[in-house]
DNA sequence: CAGATGACAAGAT
DNA sequence: AATCTTGCCATCT
């Protein structure tokens, strides 16, 4: 089991209808540069964790479909939409939904 | 042990 | 605007 409690900490900051991007998360967690270790550490845990995983999606502000997942790639998506995020074209408005991050959690990079 | 892979991002073309 | 290239690193084969 990997160990990444600053990145679970991280998604599970995540408010209501609202995304994070890896990037972000990735910055956040203190792995500037590194987005594919936080893509891989959802990956490892989702099906374990009790994460809203599906609040993190990529920049292009879609989400990721890989078939590889729990089972389900438009279960992310849905769950977004349930949450209220609206979807055009399987992409959704970063500039409406994006995380904006705790300035504590800022600081603390 | 070495090479390939991947839920990506940012920059260049 | 869309696609290609490079960087980065844990996990897989």
New binding site residues.
Partial sequence: M?CYPKIFDIVRQIPYAQVA???QV?DLAG?R????????A???V?ADATIP??R?????GEV?R?S??HGNDDL?QLLLEKEGIAFVKGKLDLKKYRWQPPLALIQSL
């Fill in positions: 990997s991007t890896y990037g990735a792995l540069g590194k987005p594919r270790v936080v893509g891989y959802l990956y490892r989702t995983w599906h993190v999606i990529n920049a292009k990721s890989s590889l997942r992310q």
